[in-house]
């Protein structure tokens, strides 16, 4: 059974940071490419960034020169840094591999 969970979202001021993390199980996690995406409510899922096995990753125009996709191998975990945060950037994340999602995890960029 495939189970990713993500934590490391909260309330956040704009310009800050955040670092995500999801820690995957029922997976060979050094095979797996893994994504993030993001959903505001009333739009469609967009994909924010992502991590092959080998470690070649992509990333939304939308979130380049600002945030960092991520992994440890040895702890099955992706990480997504999250800098210079914008009040667009407001949204639920999602861990993503192999078609399983996780739970997700809520941002709020708000003064």
Avoid: H
């Amino acid at each position: 059974q495939v189970r990713l969970v993500e934590s490391g979202g909260g309330l956040v001021q704009p310009g800050g940071s955040l670092r995500l993390s999801c820690v995957a199980s029922g997976i060979i996690f050094r095979l797996s490419g893994l994504g993030w995406y993001r959903q505001v409510p009333g739009k469609q899922r967009e994909l924010v960034a992502t991590i092959s096995s080998t470690g070649i990753t992509n990333y939304a125009d939308s979130v380049k020169g600002r945030f960092t996709i991520s992994r440890d191998n040895a702890k099955s975990t992706v990480y997504l840094q999250m800098n210079s945060l914008k009040s667009e950037d407001t949204a639920a994340y999602y861990c993503v591999s192999g078609g399983n999602w996780g739970q997700g995890t809520r941002v709020t960029v708000s003064s």
